[in-house]
């Protein structure tokens, strides 16, 4: 005597290769499982009068019968080996289900394609421990958990991530993250295990490369002071401000690197601005233009703070700008000034027009 036993199983989320079990070793009792109770059955999803093969596709295990979207087997269909692997990997899709197993059935009016699912616990509490530092503790408040209705992997891996880069935003260097999942028999807990370390200050911050732009005034402009917060924001913010600066120098091609060296248990952070300050650009001509303008004999006072041929500066500019307005609003006249300059090709000579519409 001979029977055929079919079964496919994948568990924990791995799609392991797909196999049928053939067993075909005289003296034994068919192997396919007896069929349960009508009670116990399960969610009917699809079914069909035929002579052999499946008759009904139930699955079990699932709380309504929207389970059924997710299956494509249909009784009686000679591709059932391909669309159970199918439809096995579409369970998985979802989420929902830690395990998956396809049986056959057998009763007297023949066989059922089961689908035994067993659910994902859901998730129960996410929480973040361990920052002391009311700094770190505001950093890691700031961060969106987003979580699933289960626990994912990737989840996991992402909001991990999302902490850290808070953590070393807010200048702590040496810090870590750990994810720890707490599993219950129906909800699973998260828990994300924050290791600080110290807040890494300002010990010193230094400005190389300078030659035309001098130092002291730079340095009052700039955020970060030894013993202040290494933020990395306010890093930045003096990088930008730098550059800013270096243009009342005339150093409208200058570029800056910067280097941070943090000690080795990230306490401390030494700051290096590396300037590449580049020719220095002087003033060319100087004029206004625009369809708002006054007799041009009212400019002539206020253009010649912007001297050909010294050295070119925003702040100058910026200067000559606000006395521009200040002049068509006394004349009751307003007006929109805007600079605009122009560097002539091959040189380093800065060319300003003022454009001057009506308000």
């Known amino acids: 005597m001979s029977a055929t036993h079919h079964l496919v199983r994948l568990s924990l989320g791995v799609l392991s290769s797909f196999v049928w079990?053939?067993?075909?070793?005289?003296?034994?009792?068919?192997?396919?499982?007896?069929?349960?109770?009508?009670?116990e059955r399960g969610i009917v999803c699809s079914s069909a009068a035929t002579s052999g093969g499946v008759k009904r596709v139930i699955?079990?295990?699932?709380?309504?019968?929207?389970?059924?979207?997710?299956?494509?087997?249909?009784?009686g269909r000679d591709d059932e080996a391909l669309t159970v692997r199918g439809d096995i990997e579409g369970f998985f899709a979802t989420g929902a289900y830690a395990d998956v197993v396809a049986v056959r059935e057998r009763d007297e009016a023949g066989v059922d394609l089961v689908f035994e699912l067993a659910a994902r616990a859901r998730m129960g509490s996410v929480s973040v421990v361990g920052s002391s530092d009311p700094?770190?503790?505001?950093?890691?408040?700031?961060v969106e958990l987003d979580p699933p209705r289960h626990v994912d992997p990737a989840w996991l891996r992402l909001i991990q991530r999302r902490l850290e880069v808070a953590l070393r935003e807010a200048a702590f260097a040496r810090s870590s993250v750990q994810s720890v999942v707490e599993r219950g028999e129906h909800n699973d807990n998260v828990r994300f295990v924050i290791a600080e370390g110290p807040r890494a200050l300002v010990s010193r911050v230094s400005i190389a490369g300078l030659r035309a732009a001098a130092e002291a005034p730079l340095r009052q402009q700039m955020?970060?002071?030894?013993?202040?917060?290494?933020?990395?924001?306010?890093?930045?913010?003096?990088?930008?401000?730098?550059?800013?600066?270096?243009?009342d120098y005339?150093?409208?091609?200058?570029?800056?690197?910067?280097?941070?060296?943090?000690?080795?248990?990230?306490?401390?952070?030494?700051?290096?601005?590396?300037?590449?300050?580049?020719p220095v650009h002087r003033v060319g001509?100087?004029?206004?233009e625009g369809g708002g303008q006054l007799?041009?004999?009212?400019?002539?006072?206020?253009?010649?703070?912007?001297?050909?041929?010294?050295?070119?500066s925003r702040a100058e500019v910026?200067?000559?700008?606000?006395?521009?307005?200040?002049?068509?609003?006394?004349?009751?006249?307003?007006?929109?000034?805007?600079?605009?300059?122009?560097?002539?090709?091959?040189?380093?000579?800065?060319?300003?027009?003022?454009e001057i519409n009506p308000r």
Request: glycine share 8%; net charge neutral.
């Open 59 to 75: 699955v079990r295990g699932a709380s309504d019968a929207s389970v059924c979207a997710t299956v494509r087997t249909v009784p």
């Open 250 to 278: 005339g150093l409208l091609a200058s570029t800056i690197e910067t280097e941070v060296a943090t000690s080795e248990d990230g306490a401390r952070v030494e700051l290096t601005f590396h300037v590449s300050e580049g």
């Open 223 to 247: 955020y970060l002071r030894p013993g202040a917060p290494a933020l990395a924001t306010l890093v930045e913010k003096d990088k930008v401000a730098l550059g800013v600066l270096l243009y």
């Open 318 to 354: 910026l200067a000559v700008e606000g006395k521009l307005e200040a002049l068509h609003a006394d004349a009751k006249a307003p007006a929109i000034v805007q600079p605009k300059l122009h560097v002539l090709p091959g040189t380093q000579v800065v060319d300003v027009a003022f």
């Open 21 to 39: 079990v053939a067993c075909q070793r005289p003296g034994l009792a068919p192997p396919d499982r007896p069929s349960l109770a009508a009670p």
């Open 295 to 312: 007799d041009g004999r009212l400019y002539a006072p206020i253009l010649k703070t912007l001297a050909s041929g010294a050295t070119f």
């Open 135 to 142: 700094a770190a503790k505001d950093a890691v408040a700031a």
């Open 285 to 288: 001509k100087v004029g206004v």
